[in-house]
Each structure stands twice: as C-alpha cells, then as structure tokens.
C-alpha cells in the first residue's frame, strides 16, 4: 500500500468510495476540486492493488488539525488502511508543530470511533441534529504530547 497525495484523477473513484457508504456524507468529485482551492487543504489517497482504496482530507490550522473526511473502499476494509491514512496525517500534524487534532463523526458510526479511540482520540463533546437534522455528531480531540512536537 502507498500513501500518496490525491492526484484529480483519483476523484471519481473517492466518490464511488463515498457511494458505498450509506449515509456518509459524501463530498463528490466537486467537493474534492473545491479542497484544492484551499491551501489549508491536505488530501491524501491510499493506493493498493493499482488503485485509490481510500483517503483522507485534513486541514492543517496550526496549531489545530481538522479531520474533514475519511473513507475506504467496502473491498479494502480490515487491512490497516484506514490506520496508515490516520498516521499519515498524524506525521503532517507533527511537522507542523500542531498540537491537537479535532474531528466529528456520526455517533451511529461505531467502527469510525472505535478506529479514532484506538489512535487515542478523546470524545470531547456533542453536536445534536449535525447529520441530515437528526443524528448527533460525536466531538473527538487527539492532544499531541510536548514530545512528539
């Protein structure tokens, strides 16, 4: 597997990545030409078997982190993916000296925060109504220690 930034050619397979989701709140192509705009904006893909089998899109707000979206393909599942995905953006944090990383996920997504506590992230709080004006969005904070800065 190889993490590599997102190239535009790997949007329309992201979107079929979304679409397998039920639910997930899905960006498509046009969402992720949008976040090449942003110059905040990290997008990154894991590629196994030739082809995008995940990825991830942060914003780097030193001294913050901001986890917008992560997602892997139904056939990639259980392979360490959504980790590698997860550790890349951890490096990016470290490098530029940010000292936590936020995020919200649905609080119906079980496995998303089981994967998100295993990396050591912390449930900070509740948004009621985030997701389609009825689920809850589940806030959670990873603090990066003074020496991994």
Known sequence: MLIRRAKKEDYPAFAAIEAQHPGYPAWGENGFEAEEKNRNAVTL?????????????FWI??????????????????????????????????????SEIDLEVNEHNAAAIALYARHGFKVVGKRPKFYNNTDAAVLMRKSLREKDL
């Not at 393909?73 to 530029?96: P, T, V």
């Open 45 to 57: 893909a894991a590629e196994a078997e030739g082809r995008p089998a995940g990825f991830i899109n």
């Open 61 to 98: 707000l030193r001294p913050q982190v901001q986890l917008n979206t992560l997602a892997v393909d139904k056939a990639f599942l259980r392979r360490a993916i959504a980790s590698a995905l997860i550790g890349k953006m951890l490096e990016y944090a470290l490098k530029s000296l940010c």
